[in-house]
């Protein structure tokens, strides 16, 4: 089944303890991102990457770095995560080169909590 | 920053009845396209339209986007309860390797049986 996976689904952690958010896609897409959702902004886009070693900020990337090692992998990473971090995470993944011209396959969302 | 303005904000209504939802903007995009989303997932893409004035059937679902590519509206026949969920419109900018997908905050629809 052509999906994309996060994990984990759930994750509450205390402030400055440094975490990892996995995303894998089985698609073969080369555009891949990843985007907060709070109540009221709607959905923002924190970084995306076009293809493997090539990522970019999006509009909110302060607070987080990610890799792209590999296509089908785009891990999200919160060195020092803080309590404004608390949000819903999702990946998405796209087919083709344009930024989502294809549609976003997006994955199931990972619920972060930061005390 | 291209803004997409979707309303209402919230919509609650009861099955079989009929709606529509909004999705505004003051700059013209290349494409958008429509996502529902239901609660604890993520967003579904329901449809991608293209071209001025363009009319998308998808079952009781009926997309169109505004001849000056402006604006777009998501008119739903016989609401079911499995309509329930967050729609979500989003712009497409530039092309190619420049293009820019921007989402507006959504409608939330709630049908009641």
């Known amino acids: 089944e052509a999906q994309v996976t996060q994990n984990p689904r759930y994750l509450i952690t205390v402030t400055g303890k440094k975490l990892t958010v996995t995303c894998s896609q089985n698609?073969?897409?080369?555009?891949m991102s990843w985007y907060r959702q709070d109540p009221g902004l709607g959905l923002r886009q924190i970084y995306y990457s076009m293809n493997v070693e090539v990522t970019d900020k999006g509009d909110v990337p302060e607070g987080y770095k990610v890799s792209r090692k590999e296509k089908r992998n785009f891990p999200l990473i919160l060195e020092s995560p803080s309590p404004n971090q608390t949000s819903l995470y999702f990946c998405?993944?796209?087919?083709?080169?344009?930024?989502?011209?294809?549609?976003?396959?997006f994955g199931s969302g990972t619920r972060l909590t930061v005390v | 920053t291209q803004l997409l303005e979707q309303s209402p904000q919230f919509l609650s209504i009861q099955e079989g009845e009929n709606l529509t939802v909004y999705c505004n903007s003051s700059s013209v995009f290349s494409s958008l396209q429509w996502y529902r989303q239901e609660p604890g997932e993520g967003p579904v893409l329901l449809v991608t339209v293209v071209t001025g004035g363009e009319v998308k059937k998808l079952k009781r679902l009926t997309f169109q986007f505004g001849d000056a590519r402006k604006d777009s509206s998501l008119h739903i026949t016989a609401a079911q309860p499995g309509d329930t969920g967050l729609y979500l419109c989003a712009g497409g900018v530039g092309g190619g390797s420049n293009y820019k997908l921007t989402f507006g905050k959504g409608t939330l629809l709630t049908v009641n049986p």
């Open positions: 698609m073969n897409h080369e555009y």
């Open positions: 998405a993944s796209s087919l083709g080169g344009g930024r989502g011209l294809a549609g976003y396959t």
